[in-house]
């Protein structure tokens, strides 16, 4: 979908107020992608405009270092070159695509996003953890996800469901078991750290997995998910201004 073109639907915040980010996260094998689906249908159905898009992709930018990144496993890439990738898919997709569904006040539903830059390239490979939230902030402009599902699951699990699946290793799935085992152990730590992620267990059946994620939704937003997904009392701050 094209972020710049409304749907008609309405804004989950009211008129004239920013829109909700949602982030899935998580190893591969861990069923992201359906997540993102059932939830923007999910979000789509309760008459709130969903958009959604996977990282790295989206634009053309973003879907030029994804095949760069991922399918061209002749090219020798070094932690630091993949980190600048990364993250110069990331300023197209905040400028083209989380920009404009925020300020239109739609629900932004991104397949990946920082934290996949924290556990892949700073606990995965190694680099300061410091140094990339540092460059990862001034690819965004600072402006981060009101909420951050990460879907759980032991990196042995993932990489057995994607062979069952008869999926071919891309060049970073392709690192090792180590390399992935850190990656899955860091986004543990780093949902421990921040407030705004939260850990879905993904060894439940696809239907358990959309359950807790839209009760973790009514939790956080009450409006306009509590009818829809549970009731809940506790209510999220709102978000700031969206900076220009």
């Known amino acids: 979908m094209n972020p710049s073109e409304g749907s008609g639907a309405s804004s989950p915040r009211g008129e004239g107020r920013r829109g909700l980010f949602l982030v899935i996260e998580g190893v591969e094998g861990a069923g992201k992608s359906t997540q993102v689906e059932r939830l923007a249908h999910w979000i ?18 973003g879907e030029a270092v994804r095949e760069i990144l991922l399918d ?22 905040m400028r083209e695509f ?33 140094e990339v939230r540092r460059l990862n902030a001034f690819a965004t402009g600072g402006l981060r996800p009101d909420l951050v599902l990460i879907l759980d699951l032991p990196a042995a699990e993932g990489r ?7 999926k071919v290793d891309d060049r970073i799935e392709a690192s090792g078991d180590g390399f ?4 899955a152990s860091g986004y543990r730590v780093l949902a421990e750290e921040d407030d705004r992620a939260v850990l879905v267990d993904a060894l439940l059946e696809p239907d358990g997995v959309e359950s807790r994620i839209r009760s973790e939704l009514a939790l956080r937003f009450p409006e306009p998910f509590g009818t829809a997904g549970g009731s809940t009392t506790s209510k999220q701050p709102e978000p700031p201004p969206l900076s220009e």
């Open 44 to 61: 789509d159905a309760l008459g709130i405009e969903a958009v959604r898009a996977r990282e790295p992709g989206g634009t053309a930018v």
């Open 72 to 93: 061209r496993e002749e090219l020798r890439i070094g932690a630091e070159s993949e980190l600048f990738l990364m993250l110069a898919a990331r300023a197209a997709f």
């Open 98 to 130: 989380v920009r404009p569904t925020l300020q239109r006040g739609a629900v932004m539903i991104a397949d990946r996003f920082e934290f996949s830059t924290f556990a892949y390239q700073g606990f995965g490979r190694g680099l300061p953890l410091e």
């Open 160 to 166: 057995a469901r994607q062979r069952t699946a008869g």
């Open 180 to 183: 992935l085992e850190r990656v």
